[in-house]
């Protein structure tokens, strides 16, 4: 699904690009968009169904736990094989989804309301990641309790996703280290640093790379290998984009993204 063929009203009627607009007017922004309000209001409900049948709490922190450490190998796992496939764009009810929740993001990495991951594939994701091995371990209370804290992982890390794509340099270095990871993602060789906020299993996957000169330049690094040879035996993503594989104003608007980060 295209984005920009959502009907939105007040703030959310207008594009917005996280590398013309501050932390504050980010914040602001990030408290109204109706994802992160749904995936607030669904952990709360994950920690009502606690709250009704609640686990023992030693149970309810091993599911957190469990929770919390699956979250970033799902991210990896999903970011290097999934979006990162070139598959996807094969199969005519796929490629609309693999357009909306990835291509788009790389042809434009600063476009707010595409940086943000759809639900229809974000919830499901998280509930089939979380609720079995919650249950597993301490039953219906420990399924609510992992929910709910795959849900508020989900809004932490997209919010520290935007943060990164915001057009300053961080003082804190942790802020600084992960920024500069995702920035050569994005601008410089997308087969690595697939992590947003946590890097082990980039280390571990053998992907992660410390800077743009430690790697050769990705020639597919904005359209993902969806080149124009591609998309002519494949044209269902370029159909969708209205014809278009790449954005020349977005080049323009986005170059020296790696020095700012630097």
Request: with cysteine.
């Amino acid at each position: 699904m295209n984005s920009k063929a959502i009907r939105r009203t007040g703030f959310w009627s207008q594009s917005h690009h996280l590398d013309r607009m501050t932390l504050r007017q980010l914040i602001v922004a990030y408290l109204q968009y109706p994802a992160i309000l749904l995936y607030l209001g669904l952990a709360a409900v994950g920690i009502g169904a606690w709250f009704y049948r609640p686990a023992t709490i030693g149970g309810s922190l091993l599911s957190i736990a469990a929770a919390v450490l699956l979250f970033p190998i799902v991210w990896y796992a999903l970011h290097r094989w999934v979006l990162h496939s070139r598959w996807m764009w094969k199969i005519s009810w796929l490629a609309g989804t693999w357009k909306r929740i990835h291509y788009d993001h790389h042809q434009d990495p600063n476009h707010l309301e595409v940086l943000f991951g759809s639900p229809m594939n974000v919830v499901p994701t998280v509930a089939f990641s979380t609720i079995p091995v919650g249950y597993l371990i301490a039953g219906p209370g420990g399924a609510a309790a992992a929910f709910a804290t795959g849900m508020i992982q989900t809004c932490v890390n997209e919010f520290f996703h935007c943060i990164q794509h915001l057009s300053y340099k961080p003082t804190n270095t942790w802020l600084l280290h992960m920024k500069q990871r995702h920035m050569e993602h994005h601008f410089h060789d997308e087969t690595g640093n697939f992590g947003i906020t946590n890097f082990w299993w980039d280390h571990l996957g053998r992907t992660y790379y410390p800077g743009a000169a430690n790697r050769k330049k990705s020639p597919t690094v904005f359209n993902l290998g969806y080149t124009d040879e591609v998309a002519e035996a494949y044209p269902r993503v370029r159909d969708l984009s209205g014809g278009v594989i790449a954005t020349a104003e977005f080049r323009k608007r986005n170059k020296g993204a790696l020095d700012r980060a630097a």
